[in-house]
């Protein structure tokens, strides 16, 4: 996400440049939460090849300004840590579907980023797999208490080329780790509660917003 250099989450689009899924490979979706990335100044000190290749990005002797999943992930690295600190019994699983399960869902519909060079506009749509299960809310994280029932795994997805529709598959009532408050789904990619069991749940139409 683009931080806009704002402490607020309120103002923050993708990044046009966010990787997007499912994934190639086993056709899970992915991200599984978003996080600040864009723009991130952190430690490095000066005389490093990157830095005298790029000095402007230079903050200081010992800070740099670079954007990418390297300066995303570590921000939902230290979100970790603090649950851990906290809670030190959590299990890789636990902490995973806390930062999914409390991730904040407040997005548009879509937003759209203008190269300044070649002036080409890019048309982001938050589904699923833009966003996955939502932007990182580490306080809301942390003041939660709930125990999963299962792993916090991702689901996986299939496309029908003749309806051009694709759909997530294994979200039943088995995977409902929360009770009666799902991550996945088409209601369910916003966090509502349903009392739905199906095993599979069309999530978007190619071609469509």
């Known amino acids: 996400m683009k931080s806009e250099g704002t ?3 309120t103002d923050d689009p993708i990044a046009s440049y966010s990787s997007k899924g499912p994934t190639a490979f086993d056709n899970h979706v992915k991200p599984d939460l978003v996080a600040p990335g864009n723009l991130i100044v ?6 490093l ?9 230079q903050v200081g002797g010992d800070f740099f300004t670079l954007s990418g999943t390297s300066m995303a992930a570590p921000v939902v690295s230290g979100a970790a840590v603090l649950l851990l600190q906290k809670t030190p019994s959590l299990t890789p699983d ?6 999914m399960k409390n991730a904040t869902r407040n997005f548009p519909a879509s937003s759209v980023a203008t190269d300044p060079i070649t002036k080409l506009a890019y048309t982001s749509y938050y589904d699923i797999f833009t966003i ?3 932007y990182l809310d580490i306080a809301a994280a942390l003041a939660d208490t709930a125990v999963a029932y299962g792993n916090a795994h991702s689901p996986s997805v299939t496309y029908n ?3 051009a529709r694709v759909t997530l598959q ?3 009532a088995a995977s409902v780790i929360w009770g009666n408050s799902v991550i996945w789904g088409t209601s369910v990619i916003w966090g509502t509660s349903t009392g739905d069991s199906a095993e599979s749940i069309p ?3 190619i071609g469509e917003p």
């Open 94 to 99: 636990l902490v995973k579907a806390r930062l």
């Open 42 to 47: 952190s430690t490095m000190p000066g005389g």
């Open 49 to 57: 090849t990157l830095s005298e290749k790029y000095p402007a990005s």
């Open 161 to 163: 080329p003749a309806t």
């Open 132 to 134: 996955g299960a939502g």
């Open 170 to 172: 294994g979200i039943g």
């Open 203 to 205: 999530v978007a139409i």
């Open 7 to 9: 402490t607020t989450r």
